[in-house]
């Protein structure tokens, strides 16, 4: 059978960092549209930056295709610059021997990355992709409203 081809666009937010975060996501699959978002109390950006595409993946009912868009350079560069299988290599240390940040969520993430099969794009955020600038209004609403997922 062959996989489902599916977009995602995703963002995170905080306000203040540490402080209450939102994340948003948009998963598109044959022009049907799925906007999702969720909210934490006391978390960073980066936190949230990673929860949109662990949300959104876990939203998909069977193994996908799955193009992932973000503006987060953390997460991109996560796997375009081979840190994350750096970071499993060194026992989730950094190159300066230090604990890799938000390990438990990126354990989740490569979890997720072994049902799917996820490219990642990097996207300029703030700027004219209007999906991504959706996720941004998803997140912060979020925040706005406090509400969780």
Not at 11 to 35: F, R
Not at 38 to 63: D, H, S, W, Y
Not at 98 to 118: A, G, M, R, Y
Request: with cysteine; proline share 3%; charged share 25%.
């Amino acid at each position: 059978m062959t996989m489902k081809k599916v977009e995602i666009y995703t963002d995170g937010a905080c306000s203040g960092n540490p402080g209450p975060g939102g994340w948003g996501a948009i998963l598109s699959y044959h022009g049907t549209e799925k906007e999702l978002s969720g909210f934490e109390g006391n978390t960073t950006n980066n936190r949230m930056e990673l929860t949109g595409p662990i949300k959104a993946l876990q939203a998909l009912k069977q193994p996908c295709m799955v193009t992932i868009y973000t503006d987060s350079a953390y997460v991109s560069n996560a796997f375009a610059r081979s840190w994350i299988k750096k970071w499993q290599k060194n026992g989730w240390q950094t190159s300066q021997k230090q604990p890799v940040e938000n390990q438990d969520l990126w354990q989740v993430l490569l979890e997720l990355l072994q049902t799917h099969q996820v490219e990642w794009i990097k996207v300029k955020g703030h700027s004219d992709n209007e999906k991504n600038n959706r996720c941004d209004e998803l997140a912060r609403t979020a925040i706005k409203e406090g509400r969780g997922a």
